[in-house]
């Protein structure tokens, strides 16, 4: 056996497929039981370098038309290579196969489909052939990789046991993603995808903000992102965090403002007042303030009865739609509710008031658990009197706002015009203190009647 | 490497899916080697039918299922995405069918149609001919991000209303913006007697005339009986029409 791989490698053959009549063999795929790739960081003497190991059949050894069971491992070590880059390495996996003339891989993880054509096959080609070629791309793609060996498995016994053993990785992998924060990362990324229905709209998504649609996670647009940087995804430097609550970033106000041509230029990431995120039409689910409990409604795409306030999912998409910023009511990904930025500037799950019953089905793990009972649902309530009353029975946090706020924000009105000498402008006002104009106007009337203010 | 791209549309019913399946035979048994694929992208068709193959699901239930379920957070969807694609892509041994299915409903779609137009259009990079049976509405072509069509097919039968639609879809190519090579006419249905007044209003849409397929009782006859198109026998009118087409298709591709 030579050592040449007797094909070509290189990106001009990503894209190809392997039709049916063209295969000689097929590993992995939806007609297989096993199949799982994994990459995996060792320790330098746990593996040798260049190593191809072949655990079952070779790829000369099948008949035409066979198909198999597959498995994939590639161990690396490196000394700055961390564990959480396994994942970002596996993803390669993907492409590298795919350079390989004759070779087709789909999909990921648990799910990998692959097959080898006949031309291929013909001319010779083997694991080792296959193994050798990754492991090298590996190493250009990633100069800290200093060692690395790979395994291809085809006994199926062989296989079961890996596939059983990388599903524990990948839930650890998803937990993880479901657990990465803003914090951690420097980069967010935009989506522009939507303009041509909302020509000002952009959506910016962080790791606990999905896209509106709730179809692009911040790991989806990071991979769009990195096959066509200019594309419609794109990276967004989040800059300075400059205020925690609302999550306003001044990397992201830059970066709408250019991606709107200059109509918006201030994003608060996780509040429905202020500078709230634009809406497109796309949503998933909308929040609506509800300002006689003090509290947010939410209603979905799939809800097509009038929500608590009598209005329908549809009519409030209009309102909330267009890329336009709309105080009050925002549009979102319903996987936004496990996040813990979720309304983080209002107060989070403990400002939900409202939902239809099988979103809250859907989302109960992400709903603490002291306030689940609190929040109604249409088979609770169907119009704000009975809400009402229900928040009150069950005791829910809004309750205490109700009360207490007239004072409290006559006192916040009255030192904010204090401080600006008694020159203010009620749409300013009304965003730096977190109130509808509306409000503002009725507290300063209050406060007239009450003789402190002329 | 680019495969031809032939699209046929024309109002519904005067014959798009019989030429697509009549042109898809052709090519495969003229074209020995070469690699097709069938896209059946009108909602109200039946190409998989006229072919004699079945499918088990469609691009359009893909999206739905998509909606529905989504898989694990660290997973990549457009990854996921394309095997689906090539989950649902029925292979035989001189083409491959892929069924568009019903275009898109009232949720949000935006993301995961950009992914899928992306696949589609990547997929068929991969073959050598590409038919496309299409709707009048051209909402497939218009969607189209990279490959150009090389030849626009535009069907109509000796009614007035199929050539007020291939009049309007030449119009709707320059509003949507597809991009083709070459837009021809193509007749169908052609009888001795409706001949001359066919031809004469024809030429007055200035759409270059490149077929004209005879009304044929042996397509009435299979349609009846429920066979694919496909076991048409070659000595048939619409088959020997079918085939001179196909020839200059081949040549201008
Ligand atoms: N040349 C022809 N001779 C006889 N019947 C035809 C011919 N062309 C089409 N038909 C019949 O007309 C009907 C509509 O054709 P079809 O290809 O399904 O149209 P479309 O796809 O445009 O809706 C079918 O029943 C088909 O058998
Ligand atoms: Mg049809």
Redesign the interface.
């Known amino acids: 056996m030579t050592d040449k791989i007797p094909v070509e490698v290189g990106i001009v053959h990503e894209?190809?497929?392997i039709?049916?009549?063209?295969m000689f063999l097929e590993l992995g795929g939806?007609k297989v039981k096993y199949k799982a790739e994994l990459v995996q960081v060792r320790k330098a003497d746990e593996i040798e370098d260049g190593k191809v190991i072949v655990i079952g059949k070779d790829i000369p050894e099948f008949s035409e038309g066979d198909r198999s069971s597959f498995g994939i491992l590639v161990d690396i070590y490196g000394g700055k290579v961390e564990k959480e880059l396994e994942?970002v390495i596996e993803?390669r996996v993907?492409d590298f196969l795919n350079y390989i003339q004759g070779f087709m891989h789909?999909?990921?993880?648990y799910?990998i489909?692959c097959r080898v054509s006949k031309d291929a096959k013909e001319k010779g080609l083997t694991f080792k052939h296959i193994g050798t070629a990754i492991m090298n791309l590996f190493k250009t793609a990633f100069p800290f990789i200093e060692k690395s060996q790979i395994t291809f498995m085809t006994d199926e016994a062989k296989v079961k046991e890996h596939h059983d053993m990388a599903i524990k990785i990948?839930e650890e992998?998803?937990k993880?993603?479901?657990g990465m924060k803003d914090e951690d990362v420097d980069v967010f990324y935009a989506?522009t995808?939507?303009q041509s229905?909302a020509p000002n709209h952009v959506c910016v998504i962080s790791p606990q903000r999905v896209?509106?649609?709730?179809?692009?996670?911040w790991?989806?647009a990071r991979?769009?992102a990195n096959v066509d940087p200019d594309g419609?995804n794109f990276a967004v430097d989040k800059g300075e965090l400059l205020d925690e609550k609302t999550g306003e970033y001044s990397g992201v106000n830059e970066a709408i403002k250019k991606a709107t041509n200059g109509a918006n230029d201030r994003f608060f990431m996780y509040s429905m007042f202020g500078y709230p995120h634009t809406s497109?039409?796309?949503?998933?689910a909308i929040a609506f303030f509800i300002p006689e409990v003090e509290g947010i409604g939410i209603v979905d795409?799939n809800y097509n009865e009038a929500a608590v306030n009598g209005l329908k999912f549809s009519a409030m998409a209009t309102q909330t739609g267009g890329g336009e910023q709309a105080e009050g009511f925002l549009g979102f990904g319903v996987?936004w509710m496990h996040s813990a930025k979720f309304f983080n500037a209002e107060g989070g799950w403990s400002r939900i008031v409202w939902l239809p019953s099988h979103i809250k089905e859907r989302v109960k793990e992400a709903v603490p658990e002291d306030i689940y009972d609190k929040i109604a649902t249409e088979k609770e309530v169907t119009n704000l009197d009975e809400l009402k009353k229900f928040l009150q029975e069950k005791g829910h946090p809004v309750v205490e706002r109700w009360g207490a706020k007239g004072d409290d924000l006559k006192d916040k009105v009255m030192s904010y015009i204090q401080e600006k000498d008694g020159e203010i402008y009620p749409d300013e006002a009304s965003k730096d203190l977190g109130i509808t104009e509306d409000e503002l106007m009725k507290i300063i009337e209050k406060l007239q009647e009450d003789g402190a203010l002329e | 490497m680019k495969g031809t791209v032939i699209a046929v549309t024309g109002k519904g019913g005067v014959g798009k899916t019989m030429l697509s399946a009549l042109l898809i035979g052709i090519l495969g048994d003229s074209q020995p080697g070469k690699?097709i694929l069938a896209i059946d992208a009108d909602p109200d068709s039946n190409l998989a039918e006229s072919l004699g193959v079945e499918f088990q699901k469609t691009v359009g239930d893909i999206r739905e299922d998509?909606l529905r379920e989504?898989p694990?957070?660290?997973?990549?969807?457009?990854?996921?995405l394309?095997?689906k694609v090539?989950?649902i892509t029925v292979?035989?041994?001189n083409f491959?069918l892929l069924v568009m299915g019903r275009p898109e409903g009232?949720?949000?779609?935006?993301?995961?149609n950009?992914m899928l137009r992306d696949i589609v259009d990547?997929?068929t990079?991969?073959y050598d001919y590409i038919v496309i049976d299409a709707e009048a509405g051209l909402e497939h072509l218009s969607r189209r991000t990279t490959e150009n069509v090389d030849s626009l097919l535009v069907i109509s039968d000796a009614s007035k209303k199929g050539l007020d639609t291939a009049k309007r879809i030449k119009d709707l190519t320059r509003e949507l913006n597809i991009k083709f090579n070459n837009l021809y006419l193509i007749l169908n249905r052609v009888t001795p007697e409706n001949k001359d007044v066919l031809e004469d209003e024809a030429g007055k849409l200035g759409i270059e005339v490149i077929g004209s397929i005879p009304d044929d009782p042996e397509v009435s006859d299979l349609d009846l009986r429920g066979r694919p198109i496909t076991g048409i026998s070659q000595e048939s009118k619409a088959y020997k029409e079918a085939e001179n087409i196909a020839r200059k298709l081949i040549k201008n591709g």
């Open positions: 894209g190809e497929r039709r049916g009549p063209d939806p994942g993803r993907h789909l999909n990921q993880r799910d489909w990948y992998r998803d993880r993603v479901r989506c995808l939507c229905f896209s509106l649609c709730g179809s692009i996670s790991i989806d991979a769009a419609p497109c039409g796309c949503f998933e795409r996987e | 690699s998509m989504k694990s957070p660290g997973v990549e969807k457009k990854k996921y394309d095997a090539f989950e292979e035989t041994d491959d009232q949720g949000c779609y935006c993301a995961i950009h990547n997929i990079k991969s």
